[in-house]
């Protein structure tokens, strides 16, 4: 019989400085192993991710390998481990029980049954309580370390070009340049105010040179040049809590929506210096050169841009999900440089992926010829606009309905929270245990039902968001439309594509094409020669 185990923690700082991931495997294997469980390497998960949240990617493989029988048992160090949520731990046994999978737990036994389910989801919840609670003690604790000085540990105090040196004591808690690394970063310096290359090409250097990459991972790429090249720590200016999690702009997963994963800058007045934890390694006037030298790289890229794209930002490839860029291949005849447009996948820039996406280039005059034949065809007919408009209006006031069953749902699941530890209560109190564990599975069912509920409304809800558009934006095409579609300048056009969000996507030799409003079905042109 085989056995999975799963454990946790939740930073690298906490597997580095004592709850040692390790010491988790070793209890479970000897509890796995004593059970008559054979443990093979591939079924081993060691983790380092917030208990907080079930939006794991091990912890998928895991749940992956209980519901396709790959697995005879599951074992893990503690609840804890697995989930700070009770109600998370709680759909883990039942989904172990459905599968005829057996739980076990090094540090406490797996109950079942309508009381034993009660009391791990009490444990549960009594555990996510007490890690917020830590959670909000450390961020106390490490802006008063700041304030007094210390940089707070962990990947906050690691910088490329410097040691840090953890501690309270003097001279702990602060960086010492790294004299391998410094030499490097002065180098990206003197290479790009003195010598005057661009961000790509010392990225391209540094992976030639097989410089180690500030994370000790992967290859150097422009971006990571870019901030080294605008850190002030490297001038000794240091500066925390600069940033805060927030809703990103775009979602790369659709399994992370309640997730607070983008990174948003804090206004300047939040920002905490903290004077002399970073030594200087650049001079402060090369440093303004480089910034100098930055800004008006940015404004000649401005400039430059001699070359429309009007498809810029709405074509996708469908291989590896990036966005196509346009460019200028340019070819000489009869002693004359022509040049001609194209759109390519970024993936097959080297400064983007090491491996290039194989995606076809698209010739920029036709591709834009066909999409926008097509947008015509819809914008020549306003009466149809009017009519998808109608609809799309009905679907938004939809949403704001299934908004305010969603937040019953979330009320009433709140109240169950509530009369579960009352019932919890009762249960120590000596009520009648048929009693507790009839009122317990009735609480547990309507549970169940809820999130049911609570799922189908949110796939309602972001079906109907997809649907939005910008009602305003469309009527005013319409109008458009109607006084001479022939005459529509760039910009005319490219508000088209934005307010019917017109995306174009590659796939090989075939393209596609979506929109706030079907503007088009199946493929709307092949790229093959001919």
Known sequence: MKAAIYCRVSTEDQEREGTSLQSQLEACLKLARGKGYEVEEEYVIREIYSGLTIDRPDLTRLINWIHGGEVDAVVIYDSDRFSRDGYDFVTLIRGCQKANVELLCVTEPIEHGPIGELLSFVRGWASMREAEKIKERTMRGLRERAKSGKMPSGRRARLFGYNYIPGKGVGEGIRYPNDAEAKWVKQIFNWFVNEGLGIDRISYKLRD??????????????????????????????????????EPKVRLSKGSKTRKTGLIKKPREEWIEIPGATPPIINPVLFEMAQAQLKRNKDRASRNMKQQYLLSGHIQCQRCNRNYWGYVKRAIWSGKSHPKRYYRCAGKLKMISPVPCENHNLN????????????????????????????????INQESLLEQELSQITRRLADLDREQQNLLQWALKGFPEETVARENEKINRQRVELKEQEVELKRKMDTARQSEIDMTGVEQFCVLARQNLSNFSYEDKRLALEALQVKVHVDGSNVSMTGAIPVATGDIVSTRPG
Do not use: C, H, M
């Open 209 to 246: 040179l097989d410089i180690p990459t500030p994370s000790g991972k992967g290859l150097w790429y422009a971006s990571e040049v870019w901030k080294i090249l605008r850190n002030r720590a490297y001038i000794g200016e240091t500066y925390v809590f600069t940033q805060t999690y927030g």
């Open 364 to 395: 920029a005059d036709r591709i834009e010829s066909v999409i926008w034949g097509e947008i015509e065809k819809l914008l020549s007919k306003p009466e149809l606009i009017v009519n998808e408009l109608e609809r799309k209006k009905a679907e």
